[in-house]
């Protein structure tokens, strides 16, 4: 089975720097196409960043020359590098694996091939 797991996550002043950390075990091909999502309070979770298995990145234009998305095979790890944050970043920080080679060892594989962590809150203050 697989299982992400981010971690990184603080509260810091506006203008800081984060790196959150997603780490990803159990099947190794899922560290390929990677995305960062969040989900502000009373708000829908959106798309933040992302790579595929070609390290093309894309961003939401909100996040554009502040934040950076990579992957660290040897760790099995996939960051997303925060800076000049701003308040409206206070969210909470998710990480996906679009790994449909998973599905094979799942009872019950996600509909999508997409597999989540279960979060890591980044709180941004003025």
């Known amino acids: 089975q697989v299982h992400l797991v981010e971690s990184g996550g603080d509260s810091v002043q506006a203008g800081g720097s984060l790196r959150l950390s997603c780490l990803v075990s159990g099947v190794a091909s899922c560290l390929y196409n990677m995305s960062w999502y969040r989900q502000a309070p009373g708000k829908q979770r959106e798309f933040v960043s992302s790579i595929d298995e070609d390290s093309r990145t894309d961003y939401v234009d909100s996040v554009k020359g502040r934040f950076a998305i990579s992957l660290d095979h040897a760790k099995s790890t996939a960051y997303l590098h925060m800076n000049s944050l701003k308040p409206e970043d206070t969210a909470m920080y998710y990480c996906?694996?679009?790994?449909?080679?998973?599905?094979?060892?799942?009872?019950?594989?996600?509909?999508?091939?997409?597999?989540w962590g279960q979060g890591t809150r980044v709180t941004v203050s003025s």
């Open positions: 996906k694996s679009h790994c449909p080679e998973a599905d094979l060892h799942e009872d019950e594989p996600p509909p999508d091939s997409n597999y």
